[in-house]
């Protein structure tokens, strides 16, 4: 194919596909790359911006631009507490164009008596800290984070930051491989015909595959530190509380807040909205599905609704919340959200902002505070919540202590167990299988209540006319949950816009009635007991 044609295939499929979908072409994946540096007395501050628009990127008019379409970006990219690290990130949302972009900062600090130029005049204190930024259009990969790392690490290597070349030559490099980008669901009856990977040459078609977006992401952690809380913690999500993480380790705060959202399929790829409470774009544009293709993974997400619009308009997901974003919180439009901060000052007031805390302990341990009393009746596990969530903990410890067996802890080993259970897609897998059956649940429950006798007559043997023995499982997710539930945004939009007998489809039960008794589990463990010793 002619690569002039090639290219109009691709522009025409973006303009046709507005809002970005498993396969659609994402035209500039790399939106911008900047310094942001730490003065003593006016605090952070961008100095160095590279963006497509191609001016200076120390021009003084364009950076003040940056500043006054993002005034928190500064303060954002170099958080509180980052001075404790040898290396940290940042991760944030930013809002442009009525869509969502995300940043991802690398911090560094070094003596300012080992700089080759540490009599300028601007370092006045012992130690210079500067973060360099990367904005993407999607959460940023963990292949981009690392590069991002490298290149920080280089650049305060030079010991000369008036030399920004190895910046430049990042932007250059990363523009111009992630330039066209093809974002597809994992899905295993697909056949990859694209170039993918860093095989892409210049001006290539680049694939991220949604497993990409899940690689350094920590589900052990996130299970054995919430346990129960965790799934008391993922039922406020769906009822649009305020939810707010806490922890002064910086990369647990946000790999434990990337982690949570990981568990809604498909969530990490469909945060256009999620920057500001004023963003709906997903909800207006979506459409009621009327086919289903059971081979394709992406068309069953459709079919079934998800992922669900958790962030639509009146909520909002902020990785970091700045002290200066406070106002953001209390502002009329702001009905829910969920975001992360390491300042203490947001705990002196979180009675008035927020209905949960997350406590993220650096030690691996969590815990989560209720701040609203009327809201635990709602949050109450049920017995079948309960034997769902203790399954996946004990699965988890299970593999934990396999891996301990065989002289290995890390994350990376881990994730590569020679057992499937207990691993990050035992425990996606079974979380969707925890939200599918809620939710074609809810389709049943809705069903029974609104059907008429000859609707009813066809659920049960012919000749049978007692209605009393059809009942859905709402009773197994707390019926309190449940009416609470129905009142969401999400919800409302999950059921304008799906099947009204999507039941047909999925099973209408509780996870729990899905997997084995708890007796089973005990048995299961005591040979790994010899491993531990």
Sequence with gaps: MDPSQEQREWQEQSIANPQPQSGTIIEDFVFAVGIINFHHIRGPEIEYWLDAEGKSPLDTEKIASINERWPYLSFEALPDGAHMFTECFSEFSL???QSSLFGCACVRQVDRADLLNNEDKEYTRSTVQKAVVLITRYPITIQLREQLSIITMTFFEQMDFRDREIVQMFYDNIRTRYKHVKILNDDPYETLTENSSNENGDGALKIIKESDFYVGLDLKHLVLGLKRNLLILLKALLLEKRIMFYSKNLMKLFNSQ???LSLIPNLLLNLQDCSDPSLNSLSQNRKKLTSLKTSDRTSLLNFIGLPLKLF?????????LTL????VLNKKTTLWYLVGTSNDLFLNQKHKIADIIVHVDHLGESSIEILDEDLKPSLSLT?????????????VKLAHLENEGSGSNTINNFNLSRSFNGGNEFIRNNLEDYLIGLLSTLKYEKFLENATPTQLNSLIPIGNTNHNQLHSDVKHYNELFISEYRKSNNYQIFDDSTDDELFNFFEPTHAANLIASPNIWDKMAKPFQKLRR
């Design 312 to 320: 639509d308009k009146g909520g909002f997901f902020q990785p970091y």
């Design 383 to 395: 017995n079948a919540d309960k034997k769902f969530i203790d399954f996946i903990v004990h699965q």
């Design 258 to 260: 990337m982690s949570f």
């Design 95 to 97: 809002v442009f164009d």
């Design 324 to 327: 200066q974003q406070n106002e």
